[in-house]
């Protein structure tokens, strides 16, 4: 197993900002996701972060308000950008070891970001 | 219709209870079905994963999959107060991508 550490653990933030989330992960992994979990909603994919390339972005996300990093196998960012109260939400980063099936994914504890 | 289908509780039950969490989906190119458990303020942590029609057991949890009625359930026998957490069921159809339902609360009460 993984284990996947965040920070910031949450924050407080206005509207109009940005702010860059860290996942650091304590072994190499081949995938890295990030994820948005809102209340009374599923958890959704935001995108795949890619090691050396761009990340690879779901429906309805962007790499404008969602900037990806990733510069090794066991660390990336998240920047949510221009932020507004609706991108007040649970940010979840998780790893895979493996490149092939994804069902084996470790979770870190989430950021939680409060927009004013 | 959703993907998904997901009771998001709460569902209260005694210790010592069994308990049955369900899920339905739409899609049947859906190929491997996880449960994972999120306490508060936690992150999911992976309980059990399948790939094939029938049960799976794992301690006192057993995943079972019908992928003809396209239902998942995970059963807890004997539960105890630490497994109040929120279940989720996950499904992947292909590479890398999960596609998880809302999650449904569980609360045991001593």
């Known amino acids: 197993s993984a284990v996947i550490s965040q920070k910031p653990s949450r924050d407080i933030c206005q509207r109009g900002t940005s702010l860059t989330i860290q996942c650091q992960v304590d072994?190499?992994?081949?995938?890295m996701f990030w994820y948005r979990q809102q209340p009374g909603q599923s958890l959704t994919l935001i995108a795949t972060a890619n090691q050396g390339s761009e990340a690879t972005y779901e429906s309805g996300f962007v790499i404008d308000k969602f900037p990806i990093s990733r510069p090794n196998l066991t660390f990336s960012t998240l920047t949510v950008s221009n932020m507004s109260p609706e991108d007040s939400s649970i940010y979840l980063c998780?790893?895979?070891?493996?490149?092939?099936?994804?069902?084996?994914?470790?979770f870190g504890p989430g950021t939680r970001l409060t927009v004013t | 219709q959703k993907e998904v289908e997901q009771d998001p509780g709460p569902l209260s039950v005694p210790e010592g209870a069994i308990v049955s969490l369900n899920c339905t989906y739409s899609n049947s190119a859906f190929q491997y079905f996880m449960w994972y458990r999120q306490y508060s303020r936690k992150g999911p942590e992976l309980l059990m994963y399948t790939y094939s029609s029938g049960n799976k057991e794992d301690g006192r949890f057993t995943a079972q999959v019908d992928k003809s009625s396209k239902y998942i359930s995970l059963f807890i026998r004997d539960s105890q107060p630490s497994d109040s957490a929120t279940y989720l069921c996950?499904?992947?159809?292909?590479?890398?991508?999960?596609?998880f339902g809302k999650g449904t609360m569980l609360l045991v009460s001593p």
């Open positions: 072994s190499q992994v081949t995938m």
């Open positions: 996950a499904l992947l159809s292909g590479y890398s991508t999960l596609t």
């Open positions: 998780s790893a895979s070891p493996t490149a092939i099936f994804s069902y084996e994914q470790y």
